[in-house]
């Protein structure tokens, strides 16, 4: 007879391969890392330069900066750029970041000949029409109108608003903001702060023929390092409770939580141990209580967010109205339990299992292993950091868990935002 | 390309084998042949509260979640029109794991009432913070029952109304999951660092003994054909006028579908698209525009929307949107046509990079009848000819066929 009562045997995940990643200077310099990965023929590109919004003297240039590189360059006009990359099935992403901006292409191998030279001309000859420029800042400004309807959205801005204050990383554009910027500031930003300075990031199945292309195509471009600022950023430290009430919600969304670290701290690795335990994942305690016990959400989570000069730990949920308070309660007895009582040793084991099981998963395609990649390159760390960061999980104690959660989880030092039915 | 071997089980489950050695992982990937389509009309929402009971603990196993973490694994699931899939990644290593727990869910539910009491009330919250709480949020719950009459996607998977879930019953669940989670009305996908043999084994073992049910024969009642242009205005708290525009075309099991999903890529996928051309940048009348299709098992919907930018009128919108149908009904260039393919192909490859996704369309297929249609989609789409896309274009783009909805920014008091 079957035992469907008890859990078949299973093993914990002993070993993670790592990706091997290979670097190369073009001619020029242009430094180009590559992941060699994956049976599709596919290929992802990221230009990407070591500048982003926290080296804008005017809100919104490296926003408009990245944005504008494919609305004319060289000979070709915004909507030739857009019809050479749609007929070829590739497919563009810009990410305007506060720390790193990027440029990434998504494209079939076999197409990556014909639009290579379309890129050179894009990252090297932007032309900047006015006319488009116009477009892009009215079309930003009705997303910000959308977005300011969306309690979420306005909650998350209200909080990295309150965490960093007149720091880059506590700013966000709005639609007087778009009335200040003027196109002479966004050539500016890419002349200071882009030309030159792109790194490449390339994932997917690479031969030496692609490689051949890019140095064809970028091999004679210079290169300039820009290593942007390194200057660690506090926070503002103040400790609020922000309430925007909107009328006719149904529901409230919260945001709380603190200043605390990135990758790069030693206790990081660890804490993420604990952050699973708080609200990582569908299991966490705050799922449990809020969602599956009393069905206040549809969901509640915790995270701990980096910067390239810092990082905030943050827990976020939309609530029934009504019950705003009692959540926020619930959250705060949830982290003075984790504080106070040593964590169960099945839960325990539960989360470090469940992290390394998922932290393998989350090595499956090329494009993430680039993404791991990036996260110990920009923060000057080598790939050890993988390795480390699964022994660390494993290495976590109960004792572990408890220390952290009252070295960086007070709930009087979290501020808090509250949108919709206050 | 997706390589598989079947088999299925004496009670009728169909299992696909996708082996992939290079991931140390496997996906599990269970569809139920049940979607919101098969609900009551005065419940529904049932097939989507019914996939969050699903979580609730079965027969022996009181807590799904938490075994498969344990073993490094992770889940989800999400319900359609046309399906309710359930899906599992997990270390290959631990593949037993996920049978176990599959296979205990598909033998019979715990049934606990209090599960149902609190799930009723996360779905209500899922309710308002994906459908009311959000500008434009409720646009399908407003446009499927205009647009469809007697099919039941008028209906979205959501529910109709929160009292619908309100009202459902533990009676209600118990029928549902014996009527519909059986193992012969289930396929179930088996993929990556496993070995086919063995999948045999472990599926004979942990879903051999599950009794087959009475076959679900689906008989639903078919859409009529619209014989004239339907159009509903709301005045709503949202901060830009919109516009959704829906025609009846197609569905997946008709080999001309292909040809509607081309056209609606014509129309709208991507910047250098006739709409986003002509409407965002040309006339600058829209912040966005875009075109594409429901995809749905059976006939669905391709949908033209947009937010328009201040100052510019429903009428107007209109008019442009009507003078770019007009130009494609005149005929696609080869060269348009040719676009909208190298987009498709590009599409179909990147969706095959993780392993999941090749397991979800493998599943998928099967059910519209022939896994290997995973693989011949590539073909279907190459074989599309600018004539017929101008043909569908003549076809469906017509008043009668159409169904809009025109969102009006409530002036700020």
Redesign the interface.
């Known amino acids: 007879m079957l035992d469907r009562k008890s859990p078949p045997p299973y093993k914990k995940v002993d070993s993670i391969h790592l990706p091997e990643v290979a670097h190369l200077r073009l001619k020029g310099g242009m430094p180009v890392h590559i992941i060699d990965a994956g049976k599709q023929p596919v290929l992802r590109l990221e230009f990407i330069v070591k500048n982003g919004a926290v080296s804008e003297k005017v809100l919104g240039q490296s926003f408009f900066a990245t944005k504008m590189l494919t609305e004319g360059a060289g000979p070709y006009s915004s909507k030739e750029i857009a019809n050479i990359l749609d007929a070829h099935g590739a497919y563009v992403e810009h990410h305007p970041g506060l720390d790193y901006c990027t440029l990434t292409l998504y494209s079939l191998s076999k197409h990556l000949p014909s639009l290579l030279p379309l890129f050179r001309t894009i990252l090297t000859q932007p032309t900047f029409p006015e006319h488009e420029f116009n477009i892009l800042k009215d079309i930003k400004k009705q997303q910000i109108k959308v977005d300011e309807t969306k309690n979420a959205v306005v909650a998350a801005k209200r909080f990295r608003e309150a965490l960093y204050g007149e720091h880059t990383y506590g700013r966000h554009l709005y639609q007087e903001d778009l009335d200040r910027i003027a196109l002479q500031h966004v050539v500016q930003f890419y002349e200071d702060n882009i030309r030159n300075g792109f790194e490449i990031m390339l994932a997917g199945q690479v031969d030496q023929q692609v490689l051949d292309l890019l140095e064809e195509h970028f091999g004679d471009l210079p290169f300039r390092d820009l290593r942007g600022s390194t200057t660690s950023v506090t926070g503002t430290g103040e400790t609020s409770r922000i309430n925007i009430e909107k009328e006719g919600s149904l529901q409230s969304s919260i945001r709380q939580g603190k200043v605390l670290f990135n990758v790069t701290h030693p206790d990081f690795h660890k804490f993420t141990v604990l952050n699973t335990a708080l609200g990582g994942y569908f299991g966490s305690r705050l799922m449990k209580e809020i969602r599956e016990e009393r069905g206040y959400t549809y969901g509640i989570y915790s995270n701990l967010i980096p910067l390239k000069n810092s990082g905030y730990f943050l827990i976020g949920t939309d609530v029934i109205g009504e019950h705003t308070e009692d959540t926020l309660n619930e959250i705060k007895r949830q982290i003075q339990l984790l504080q106070s009582e040593t964590i169960d040793p099945e839960e325990l084991e539960t989360i470090k299992n469940y992290m390394v099981g998922t932290f393998l998963g989350s090595l499956n395609t090329p494009f993430a292993l680039a993404d791991k990649y990036k996260t110990v390159y920009f923060n000057g760390i080598d790939l050890e950091f993988f390795t480390d960061h699964v022994r660390q999980i494993y290495d976590t104690s109960a004792e572990d868990v408890k220390r952290l959660a009252t070295d960086y989880l007070d709930p009087d030092t979290f501020t808090t935002v509250v949108v919709g039915k206050v | 390309m997706i390589d598989y071997k079947a088999f299925t089980l004496q009670n009728g489950l169909q299992v696909f084998v996708h082996e992939?050695t290079?991931?140390?992982?496997a996906a599990v990937n269970i569809l139920y042949n049940v979607g919101s389509k098969d609900e009551d009309e005065h419940k529904t929402g049932f097939a989507h509260l019914f996939e969050h009971l699903m979580f609730g603990g079965s027969?022996?196993?009181g807590n799904y979640?938490?075994?498969l973490?344990?073993?490094?694994?992770?889940n989800n699931a999400f319900t359609s029109p046309d399906i309710t899939n359930y899906y599992i990644?997990?270390?290959a290593?631990?593949l037993?794991?996920a049978?176990?727990l599959e296979?205990?869910r598909m033998?019979s539910l715990s049934f606990d009432p209090k599960v149902l009491?609190?799930?009723?009330?996360?779905?209500?919250?899922?309710f308002?913070?994906?459908y009311?709480?959000?500008?434009y949020g409720d646009a399908w719950l407003k446009l499927r029952p205009l647009a469809y009459q007697k099919h039941p996607y008028r209906w979205a998977t959501i529910g109709r109304e929160i009292k619908h879930i309100e009202d459902a019953t533990l009676d209600d669940v118990r029928k549902f999951f014996f009527k519909y989670y059986l193992p012969n009305n289930a396929i179930m996908v088996v993929a990556g660092n496993v070995d086919f043999e063995e999948v045999k084994r472990l599926t004979e073992?942990?879903f051999g003994?599950i009794p087959a049910g009475k076959p679900y024969k689906r008989q639903l009642p078919a859409e009529p054909k619209q014989t004239s242009a339907r159009l509903e205005t709301v005045e709503a708290?949202?901060?830009?006028n919109a516009l959704y525009k829906t025609f009846h075309m197609p569905g997946r099991n008709d080999q001309r579908y292909y040809i509607a999903d081309l056209l609606s890529d014509v129309l709208g996928?991507?910047?250098?698209?006739m709409l986003y051309?002509r409407l965002?940048?040309d006339t600058?009348m829209f912040?966005?525009i875009s075109g594409y299709v429901t995809g749905s098992m059976e006939p669905g919907l391709l949908v033209i929307s947009g937010?328009l930018?201040p100052g510019f009128t429903h009428q107007q919108a209109e008019e442009e949107i009507a003078a770019i149908i007009s130009k494609v009904q005149e005929g696609v260039s080869e060269?348009e046509l040719?676009?909208v393919k190298?987009?498709?192909?590009?599409?179909l490859?990147?969706s095959?990079?993780?392993?999941l996704n090749r397991a979800m369309n493998l599943a998928f297929s099967a059910l519209l009848g022939d896994p290997d249609l995973v693989n011949k989609e590539a073909e279907y789409i190459q074989a599309v000819t600018a004539d017929e896309v101008q043909a569908m274009a003549r076809e469906i783009l017509v008043p009668e066929n159409s169904t809009t909805l025109h969102y009006i920014a409530k002036p700020k008091a």
């Not at chain 2, 290079?22 to 992982?25: G, I, K, L, Q, Y």
């Not at chain 2, 095959?352 to 392993?355: A, D, R, S």
């Open positions: 992939d290079a991931t140390p992982m027969m022996n196993i979640d938490e075994p973490q344990r073993v490094g694994g992770e990644t997990l270390p290593e631990n037993e794991t049978f176990w296979s205990d033998m009491e609190v799930q009723r009330k996360v779905v209500i919250e899922e308002k913070q994906r009311l709480n959000q500008p073992k942990w003994p708290d949202v901060p830009l996928r991507g910047k250098s698209s051309q965002v940048r600058q912040a966005d937010k930018k060269e040719q676009k190298n987009q498709a192909e590009s599409s490859v990147f095959e990079i993780e392993l």
